[in-house]
């Protein structure tokens, strides 16, 4: 019996029932997954970071920051891929970007109907605008790609999870309780939720000071961080590094023994509550390797990077998010890389 098995048969039993039908192992048999952060273009730059992160094989988890533009001349709005909540209309909509990238896929997958090996894909949505035509737009859109998506049945107890229909792509969002009235809420007993949205997280006293707020993150009980068992639609829990490394990645000095245990604290918490965890964003890199990325999420080389990355792999990290793609794919086991884009023909787009 795996650990990760262990510890969902051990949130059966610690939740009562509430957490039986959490399967952790429906993300990739219980193993780690690359989680490709910031996947999209920036100004017209970086355009092929989808491209990069399909390449790094399967299952792979691809995010998606998205924004609403509104045509000035037609009044007719759009979902585009951006960085700001401000989009210029020069942006890919997420449309062009993502879905008509991955079609060559998903079409392959859906004729060999490996259905054991889904999802091959996780579409991560980070809203920088959660106005409701956004989320109207989003969910009709996935509504007209349902077929490829690993869906679940809405029960009428939000404690009750339903089991996940297994699709070629699994489409994940996060927190907002805006998101979670389009995407959940208003979606009918016995209707299908498109996508799950991640818990909350408690956030530290209001009175205390910035250090005394890296300090609570960094040592906060799991049990102070995330107070409820996962729900049929929030099922995973989205973190960042601070939780871990006081101060997070700018301020982390050598990886030790302490630093350790209170990952797989927080990991082994999550399974518990029946939750998947993701943390966000693990890079190690130097002026000259530099692509676009962010460097309040810079360890400052891989040299640093790269036992943090071994770390979260050995703790069951189920998305461990990094700019650098192909670095980190390298030290995970993903399946499926003769199922890559450039056999399939697809295109990068630009």
Request: glycine residues 6%.
């Amino acid at each position: 019996m795996s650990r990760l098995w262990g510890t969902a048969m051990l949130a059966v039993i610690l939740s009562g029932g509430t957490a039986a039908a959490a399967d952790l192992t429906f993300l990739n048999q219980g193993h780690p997954v690359l989680d490709a952060h910031n996947c999209y273009p920036y100004d017209g730059r970086w355009s092929d970071r989808a491209r990069r992160a399909l390449d790094s094989g399967f299952p792979v988890s691809i995010e998606q920051d998205l924004a609403w533009y509104v045509d000035p001349k037609s009044g007719q709005g759009r979902v585009v891929v951006s960085h700001t909540p401000h989009p210029s209309g020069e942006e890919p909509t997420l449309q062009a970007y993502f879905f008509d990238q991955v079609r060559p896929i998903v079409q392959k997958a859906l004729a060999l109907n490996r259905r054991s090996e889904w999802p091959l894909i996780i579409l991560h949505f980070d809203f920088k605008d959660t106005r409701p035509a956004i989320l109207e737009a989003v969910w009709h859109l996935l509504g007209e790609h349902e077929p490829w998506l690993s869906t679940a049945i809405k029960t009428a107890d939000p404690n009750h999870l339903s089991p996940i229909d297994r699709k070629p792509i699994l489409v994940v969002t996060e927190d907002s309780d805006a998101q979670a009235k389009v995407f959940y809420d208003d979606v009918p007993d016995g209707g299908r939720l498109r996508l799950f949205g991640s818990a909350h997280t408690a956030q530290p006293p209001p009175d205390m000071s910035p250090p005394q707020s890296a300090h609570w993150y960094a040592t906060a009980a799991p049990a102070q961080l995330l107070a409820t068992h996962a729900t049929n639609y929030r099922r995973w829990w989205n973190n960042n590094w601070w939780v871990v490394e006081e101060g997070g990645q700018t301020r982390a000095h050598a990886w030790t023994y302490a630093d350790e245990r209170r990952l797989r604290a927080l990991v082994d918490y999550a399974h518990e509550q029946g939750y998947w965890i993701r943390f966000y964003t693990l890079d190690g890199f130097d002026a000259k390797a530099d692509r676009g990325w962010d460097e309040s999420y810079n360890f400052g080389s891989m040299r640093r990077v790269i036992p943090r990355w071994r770390a979260a792999i050995a703790a069951g990290v189920d998305f461990i998010a990094t700019d650098q793609y192909e670095a980190l794919s390298s030290y995970l086991d993903q399946r499926d890389r003769a199922l890559r884009p450039a056999r399939l023909g697809a295109t990068p787009v630009h």
